[in-house]
T-cell receptor
Framework: GAGVSQSPRYKVAKRGQDVALRCDPISGHVSLFWYQQALGQGPEFLTYFQNEAQLDKSGLPSDRFFAERPEGSVSTLKIQRTQQEDSAVYLC?????????????FGQGTRLTVV | GENVEQHPSTLSVQEGDSAVIKCTYSDSASNYFPWYKQELGKGPQLIIDIRSNVGEKKDQRIAVTLNKTAKHFSLHITETQPEDSAVYFCAASNTNAGKSTFGDGTTLTVKP
C-alpha cells in the first residue's frame, strides 16, 4: 500500500475484554512507533521498534499493554482486560530511518472505545 | 523526561493573515523538532521540521524558527487559506532516542 495502514479503524470493547490492534507499515520502513492520543491532546509515545527489536517500551501504561513486531514488518498492539481509561485513538507511524530526524508517516489510527 | 508546551490552544485568523504557533521544550538534548498537521479523522502529517543546528527553515508559506538557548521554536504560516484549518502539533525529540514528545495541539481556524 501507499501508506501506513491500521485496522480496525474503530473498535468498541466491553470492559475486561482483550483487543488487538494491527499496523501495516510502509514496506521497507525500519522503524515503527505506537502512540496513544486522548481526545483533545497530542499523541503520547507508547513503544518503538527497530526492525523486530523493541528498543523502547517505556511509554506503555501498564503490563496490560503488549506490542510485538515478530518479522520486522506488521506490528500488533494488544491490550488485555481493557478499562475505560484505555479509550483513545491508537496511532502507528513508520520511518525509513534507524533513528528520528527523518519523516515519520502516521496511519489514520484505531479509535478504541471501552464501554 | 522531555516536556513540550504549546500555545495558543486555539487560533482564529482571517484568510490571508499570518498565523504563529509557539512551543517550548525542556530537554537540552532534544535536537529534532517536527511540526504536524492533523485533520479530522486522520493521522498527523509532517509539514516541516528543523534540526538543532539550524535557526530557521522555510518551505513556501510555512516557516519554522528555533532558539536553542531559550528552548523555544515557532511555526509561521503566511497568507493563510481555509484549507490550512486543522490541528497543528509541535514535537521535540533526540535523534538518538526513539520517541517524540508532542505538544497538546493548536486548533487553527481560517475564516474565508
Amino acid at each position: 500500500g501507499a501508506g501506513v495502514s491500521q485496522s480496525p479503524r474503530y473498535k468498541v470493547a466491553k470492559r475486561g475484554q482483550d483487543v488487538a490492534l494491527r499496523c501495516d507499515p510502509i514496506s521497507g520502513h525500519v522503524s515503527l512507533f505506537w502512540y496513544q492520543q486522548a481526545l483533545g491532546q497530542g499523541p503520547e509515545f507508547l513503544t518503538y521498534f527497530q526492525n523486530e527489536a523493541q528498543l523502547d517500551k517505556s511509554g506503555l501504561p501498564s503490563d496490560r499493554f503488549f506490542a510485538e513486531r515478530p518479522e520486522g514488518s506488521v506490528s500488533t498492539l494488544k491490550i488485555q482486560r481493557t478499562q475505560q481509561e484505555d479509550s483513545a485513538v491508537y496511532l502507528c507511524a513508520s520511518s525509513l530511518a534507524l533513528s528520528l530526524g527523518v519523516e515519520a508517516f502516521f496511519g489514520q489510527g484505531t479509535r478504541l472505545t471501552v464501554v | 523526561g522531555e516536556n513540550v508546551e504549546q500555545h495558543p490552544s486555539t487560533l482564529s485568523v482571517q484568510e490571508g493573515d499570518s498565523a504563529v504557533i509557539k512551543c517550548t521544550y525542556s530537554d537540552s538534548a532534544s535536537n529534532y523538532f517536527p511540526w504536524y498537521k492533523q485533520e479530522l479523522g486522520k493521522g498527523p502529517q509532517l509539514i516541516i521540521d528543523i534540526r538543532s543546528n539550524v535557526g530557521e527553515k522555510k518551505d513556501q508559506r510555512i516557516a519554522v524558527t528555533l532558539n536553542k538557548t531559550a528552548k523555544h521554536f515557532s511555526l509561521h504560516i503566511t497568507e493563510t487559506q481555509p484549507e490550512d484549518s486543522a490541528v497543528y502539533f509541535c514535537a521535540a525529540s533526540n535523534t538518538n532516542a526513539g520517541k517524540s514528545t508532542f505538544g497538546d495541539g493548536t486548533t487553527l481556524t481560517v475564516k474565508p
